[in-house]
């Protein structure tokens, strides 16, 4: 069964940078997939941050993309997110998914989520 | 504002039908049969429900059903049930930037 884990600070201060990292079990980053970051804001919707392949590949929501910087770590089956410049409106349960390219890019397995404030 | 455009809220009574809707574009829903559908309880994770517009993962029940036409991809669920009140988002992929799309979500309250 793949798992995933989300950590990392739940309070950031504004203009500093979000990380968080993303263990993964049950399933070797290595052998395919993307895995991505999803985020919601509380009472709102689902937005796409940002996605990476085993290889190291990127790909990221334009609207975010100057602040953001995903990378794996093969050998302790991990990826991390980083967010740089954040301000209130970064506030939100950030997630982490497998992604499913072959089948039309869906999330199949997601972490928990963990809460990011953004406040000083 | 969200890429694609979901009821912000939808009810029925147990035992029931629903059907939720998520309108998108020609550049993602209308011309892909990449469509998904997640479902989201109170507190917790998104789990996906049905993907490639009506295929349902393993464990999903058959009370769930996805389709399309043109623009617009549906949501049925059918014999509601108390457990099945959450949130529902829909889920394209696009050929813009982003490749994929969510919808804005749509609460379903079970009366």
């Not at chain 1, 089956?77 to 967010?83: I, P």
């Not at chain 1, 301000?87 to 349960?93: C, E, F, G, S």
């Not at chain 1, 928990?112 to 953004?118: D, E, N, P, S």
């Not at chain 2, 049925?76 to 529902?88: F, K, N, R, V, W």
């Amino acid at each position: 069964q793949v798992q995933l884990q989300e950590s990392g600070p739940g309070l950031v201060k504004p203009s500093e940078t979000l990380s968080l990292t993303c263990a993964v079990s049950g399933y070797s980053i290595s052998s395919g997939y993307y895995w991505g970051w999803i985020r919601q804001p509380p009472g709102k919707g689902l937005e796409w941050i940002g996605s990476i392949y085993h290889s190291g590949s990127t790909y990221y929501n334009p609207s975010l993309k100057s602040r953001v910087t995903i990378s794996v770590d093969t050998s302790k089956n991990q990826f991390s997110l980083k967010l740089s410049s954040v301000t209130a409106a970064d506030t939100a349960v950030y997630y982490c998914a497998r992604q499913n390219a072959a089948a039309g890019r869906i999330f199949d397995y997601w972490g928990q989520g963990t809460l990011v404030t953004v406040s000083s | 504002q969200s890429a694609l455009t979901q009821p912000p809220s939808v009810s029925g009574s147990p035992g029931q039908s629903v059907t939720i809707s998520c309108t998108g574009t020609s550049s993602d829903v209308g011309s892909y049969n990449r469509v998904s559908w997640y479902q989201q309880p109170p507190g917790t994770a998104p789990k996906l429900m049905i993907y490639e517009v009506s295929n349902r993962p393993s464990g999903v029940p058959d009370r769930f059903s996805g389709s399309k036409s043109g623009n617009t991809a549906s949501l049925t669920i059918s014999g509601l049930q108390a457990e099945d009140e959450a949130d529902y988002y829909c889920s394209s992929y696009t050929s813009s930037s982003t490749h994929v799309v969510f919808g804005g979500g749509t609460k379903l309250t079970v009366l």
